[in-house]
């Protein structure tokens, strides 16, 4: 599919445009990531001061290269799906179109209806069907990076006496924008003073997926 940002095409059943909002919704979902430090020792928490840092996730997995990768390969499957789909319901229409060369009541007209109402019935099923597998892969993806960010995030917080990771939004407001200047004067957080984990926690994925062996990242 495409960026975080516009994920709403999949494919086309009977004329209407299923749209996908699994991205939307996993990118609004949790106002803080809580990271639970199991692996510090007690005199490790108590020496350290129990810091505050701010992520941006959004940023994360739009600069994410395996996410981006596996997100286009989906988009492309999805594009050749709706063609595919296209292209029988034209098949479709055009049959359709000798209906009126038999007689109404005609054994031959009634074979023909039969005929298309199975077909289009089945396109649709086909339709359903794989709307719910690219829906279901979608959101495995976006499962798979949650968790290996969260890792990387837990590995960095335990490494730097961080207790707590709230979510954040980095993008300059719009003030021309009406919705952008609502959506930022919402934001969580208001202020930070150089705690922002984004750009660690997206260069160590990147480094991580490119370290992992062919065939084994996320799948």
């Known amino acids: 599919m495409s960026s975080p940002n516009n994920q709403t095409r999949y494919v086309s059943q009977g004329g209407r445009v299923l749209k996908s909002t699994i991205i939307k919704s996993l990118l609004a979902a949790a106002v803080a990531i809580i990271v639970p430090f199991t692996s510090l020792s007690v ?10 840092a701010v992520l941006d996730v959004a940023k994360v997995f739009k600069e994410n290269q395996e ?17 595919q789909i296209t292209q029988q ?4 229409k055009a049959r ?5 060369q038999y007689e109404v009541g005609t054994q031959e007209r ?9 077909q289009q019935a089945a396109l649709r099923t086909k339709a359903r069907q794989a709307e719910a597998d690219l829906l279901n892969r979608e959101a495995k ?13 837990g590995g960095l917080a335990a490494q ?22 609502i959506k930022g004067v919402n934001r969580a957080v208001v202020y ?25 990242q996320n799948k």
């Not at 319901?89 to 479709?92: K, L, N, V």
């Not at 930070?192 to 084994?216: I, K, W």
């Open 110 to 118: 009634n074979n023909l209806e039969a005929e298309l109402e199975q």
């Open 160 to 181: 730097h006496g961080i207790s707590l990771v709230l979510r954040f939004d980095s993008e300059q407001i719009d003030s021309s924008d009406r919705a952008a200047v």
């Open 43 to 52: 005199e490790a928490q108590e020496s350290k001061s129990g810091l505050v």
């Open 192 to 216: 930070h003073r150089r705690l922002d984990l984004t750009s660690m926690v997206s260069a160590a994925m990147n480094e991580r997926s490119a370290q992992a062996p062919t065939g084994t």
């Open 67 to 83: 996410f981006d990768g596996k997100m286009k390969s989906i988009k492309a499957e999805a594009d050749t799906l709706k063609d």
């Open 89 to 92: 319901q034209e098949s479709i």
């Open 96 to 100: 359709a179109q000798q209906i009126g």
């Open 141 to 153: 993806i976006y499962y798979d990076t949650y968790q290996s960010m969260q890792t990387i995030v």
